[in-house]
Each structure stands twice: as C-alpha cells, then as structure tokens.
C-alpha cells in the first residue's frame, strides 16, 4: 500500500525515466534498434525494479497513466534522436494488456506520433499474449487501427503464457520475441535451446520476424545466429541505457 501510494505520484513528481537497450541484427552484427524500459527512482525508497512496481500498477489501473507517460516519453525522445540524425531503426515500447484494453487506446498512439512527429513504421509496440488472449474482437479492432498507421507489433515474452495459434495466425503479430528463459536454457541440460529453436521455426513459418531476449553468453549467440534468429537483445551485447549513455553509443557505432 506503501509503494502504491508512492507510485500514484510517481508521474507528476518526475521520479520516472525511460532506459534504452539496443537490438542487434545477428546475420549483420549491427545495431537494429531499441527497447525503451521503464525505471523508477524513489527518494524514500530508492530504485524500484520494474517487477514489482509494473505488476502493481497493473493491478490497480495505475498503468494506463505510467504506460501513456512512456509511450509519450519515449516516442518524443526517438523523434528528438531521429531530428538529430541518429539511425534510430526501431523504438519498442511495452504496452500492458490493460492499456490496449482502455478505450480509446489506438487513438492515444495516433495522437502521440502526430504530437512528436515519430515515423509511425519506426515504432513497434510489444505486447504480451495476455493482451491477446483477451476479448478477441476488441483487440483485434484496436491492432488492426494500429496496423493501418503503420505501427508494428510484436508479442513480449512469447512461450511463457497461453496464446493459442491459431489467434496468432489471426492476429496482425509481424514479431516474436522469444522469453529470456528459453534464451537461457540453451547450453543447459534441461532444455537445451529446443524451446528457442521452436519458436524461431514457428515465426520462420508464420512469417514473423523472431527476437531473441536475455542473450548472455557466446554459446547462446551462436546458437541463435545458427538457427536464423533475426535479432538478438541482452546483457552480452549492451545493457539497457540511459539517454545520455544510448547518445554515446551512436556516436561510437552507428
Ligand atoms: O526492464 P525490466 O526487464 O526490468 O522490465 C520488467 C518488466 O516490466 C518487463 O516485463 C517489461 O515488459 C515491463 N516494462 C518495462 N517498461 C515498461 C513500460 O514502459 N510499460 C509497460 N507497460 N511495461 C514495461
Ligand atoms: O519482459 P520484457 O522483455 O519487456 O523485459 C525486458 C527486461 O529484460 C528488461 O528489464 C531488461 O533489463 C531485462 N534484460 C535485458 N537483457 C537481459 C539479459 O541479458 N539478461 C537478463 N537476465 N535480463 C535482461
Ligand atoms: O559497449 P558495450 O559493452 O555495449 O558492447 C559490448 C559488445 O557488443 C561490444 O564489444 C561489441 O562486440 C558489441 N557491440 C555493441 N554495439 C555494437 C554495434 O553497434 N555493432 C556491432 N557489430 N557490435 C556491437
Ligand atoms: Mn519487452
Ligand atoms: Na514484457
């Protein structure tokens, strides 16, 4: 109750800021684009991790107004990075099932690209197969809306929840991002990267675009880069960043 009462005035209070971790092409061993996460500093309680406080603002609403905050921040600082003549690629932002839900949602994303000029085709929103799961007909009016701007969409953590696939066939998906805990299993005994593997030949078969999250190790990098992974996103390769740090990185790679 304590960290809600914190977290309602989170926003206003400027305690929230968005970090940024690139995305690797495996077959170019280039910069693809960027994932922007959320991070939340509290005077009282110092760093909150995002597992526990986006749970939290799931569960009592509160992330339809953090996660417009984060759309809005990190789509302002992509088209302010874009006018200075970075190579951007691509911006993801998490969008949580409630927030899709919200009335109005498609709408909120069409204003928020036409008030910070972002290229619509350079975001792409990442999704969880709750969203998904949920009442089909409302979601799938609001991903077709976006579609039709030109956003992409992407399923976050895919494997780990309940999407049948016959819906994701149905659905307007043009990425998976594989779980990091199937990344992870590759190279161990229990597991062993058959999971991975799996669901690189479903989106191969589906004709989606596949993202490997949580890559640590050069075992797992060659393992997913064999496989015909597109893109690949970890520790190993950078950890997310701040503003400052990502400006940094450009001037150094891209
Ligand atoms: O960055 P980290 O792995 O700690 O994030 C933990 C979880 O929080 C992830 O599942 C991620 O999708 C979610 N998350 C991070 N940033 C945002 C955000 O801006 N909006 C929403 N809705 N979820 C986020
Ligand atoms: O659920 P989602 O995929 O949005 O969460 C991304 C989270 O995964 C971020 O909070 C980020 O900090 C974390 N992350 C990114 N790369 C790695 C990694 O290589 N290993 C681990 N354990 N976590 C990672
Ligand atoms: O600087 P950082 O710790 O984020 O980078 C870790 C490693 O990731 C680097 O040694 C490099 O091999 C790889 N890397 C980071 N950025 C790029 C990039 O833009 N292009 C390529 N090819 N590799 C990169
Ligand atoms: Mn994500
Ligand atoms: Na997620």
Redesign the pocket.
Known sequence: HNLERHLRKAVGRGELA??Y?PLFDIALGQYSGME????WDNPELGEV???EF?PL??DTGL?VS??EW??RQ?CRQAATWVSQGMTLARLA????AM?VLHKGFAQLVSSILAETGLDPRLLEL?L?ESAIISDEGTVLAVLLSLKQMGVQLAI??FGIGYSSLGRLKRFPIDRLKIDKSFVGDIGQDSGNGGIANAVIALAEGMGMKVTAEGVETDGQLDYLKNRRCHEVQGFLLSR?LTALQIEAFFRQWA
């Open positions: 968005m970090h971790q922007a996460l959320m991070r991790r995002p597992e986006i603002a799931e992330i953090i996660g984060s759309l990190s932002v998490n969008v949580s927030q990442e969880t976050d953590d997310p």
